[in-house]
Nanobody
């Protein structure tokens, strides 16, 4: 059973930065795609950035390209989301999720997060103006 634990959320001012971490408990993550998703109050959950663990291929929500960066650290089984130039509209609970790479592509995973197999509990990010 893959477990995902997010950390790094918090309160930040407009224009600030935060880095979220997702620690994954698994012996071999090569079979998974892992991503970050967010859900703001009253809105649907959306894919932010996803990455193929095996080759590091990233994909991003178009509107976030250039501000958010997803990366992975193989030795520690950790996925990061670096968020820069934060805006109040980035305020949301950010979730880490994973699914088998054989089920869907990393792009498809980010585009439609329903039905993903593994989810963390989420980390709240609040951007104040």
């Amino acid at each position: 059973q893959l477990q995902l634990v997010e950390s790094g959320g918090g309160l930040v001012q407009l224009g600030g930065s935060l880095r979220l971490s997702c620690a994954a408990s698994a012996y071999n993550l090569d079979y998974y795609n892992i991503g970050w998703f967010r859900q703001a109050p009253g809105k649907e959950r959306e894919g932010v950035a996803c990455i193929s663990w095996s080759d590091g291929t990233p994909t991003y929500l178009d509107s976030l390209k250039g501000r958010f960066t997803i990366s992975r650290d193989n030795p520690t089984n950790t996925v990061y989301l670096q968020m820069n130039s934060l805006k109040p509209e980035d305020t949301a609970v950010y979730y880490c999720a994973a699914d088998y790479a054989s089920r869907r592509s990393v792009q498809a995973m980010c585009a439609a997060p329903s039905g993903l197999n593994y989810w963390g509990k989420g980390a709240l990010v609040t951007v104040s103006s």
